[in-house]
């Protein structure tokens, strides 16, 4: 009876704030298509993040913000396929929720609707405050997403560490406390001091999701294909880096190259 299905609890939102409340850390990786997907999830990975990153990883943008709703909604739909236990979270993409509520929940329901993602994540905070409503309201989970917020990135010009000063540190607490306030499931703490990652997860009682946020969030994400190693251009001081693939791919699709030009590939057992 024991399928692989049904071998693992699936993740829900709750079973995050429980994790928080037990100081059991959460582990959070991107996946944009199937086949990387399945590893992730197979690895146990807790929350899987069809991040608007994707714009950069995928596609070969400069920023996250081209990529299109459509295009996010192909990703998610690739990576819903793939996943048994892991939660799935979704970036809604720029253009997408920053027009007025309406728009936002439109996004958030035609994501849920035609890939079956589990949550949808957004960008901002008391900005957006009346777009989380509405989406939370339609009985839709939302992840916040404080500190270094990709999609705003020509109003500060740069991606170096936010809320360095006090009046910014105190502004980002009262936005993750007014998301928790609205229900909010956990919320992306990205590239701020370590201190106020603590601060933060201190101060509210769902979970933080740090990346380039130090040890106290309770729980970290990073880009898959940095951890791997294959964005060998992407060297923030926060990221490790698990493997070399960009190197290791390299070598072995040369070692392809060459064995088809010298008539090594393919031998006697590899034909018909
Ligand atoms: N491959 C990839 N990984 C990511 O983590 C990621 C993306 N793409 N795209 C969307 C956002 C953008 N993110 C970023 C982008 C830059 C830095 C960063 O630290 N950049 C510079 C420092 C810039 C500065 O200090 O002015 C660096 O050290 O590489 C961090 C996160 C995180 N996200
Ligand atoms: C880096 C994470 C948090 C993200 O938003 C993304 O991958 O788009
Ligand atoms: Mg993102």
Known sequence: MSTAKSEYKR?????????????????????????????????????????DSASNVMAGHETTLPITLDQMIYHATSVIRAVNRALVVVDIPFGSYQSDPKEALRSAIRIMKESGAHAVKLEGGCEIKESVKRILNAGIPVMGHLGLTPQSIYKFGTYSVRAKEEDEAEKLIEDAKMLEKLGCFAIVLEKIPAELTKRVSEQISIPTIGIGGGPHADGQVLVIHDLLGMTHEFNPRFLRRYMNLYEEMGNA????????????????????
């Open 253 to 272: 699709i040369s070692k392809y190259v060459s064995d088809v030009k010298n008539q090594d590939f393919p031998n006697e057992d590899e034909q018909y």
């Open 11 to 51: 993740v829900t939102v709750k079973s995050l704030v429980d994790m928080k409340q037990k100081g059991e850390k959460i582990s959070m990786l991107t996946s944009y298509d199937y086949s990387m997907a399945k590893i992730v999830d197979a690895a146990m990975v807790d929350v899987i993040l069809v991040g």
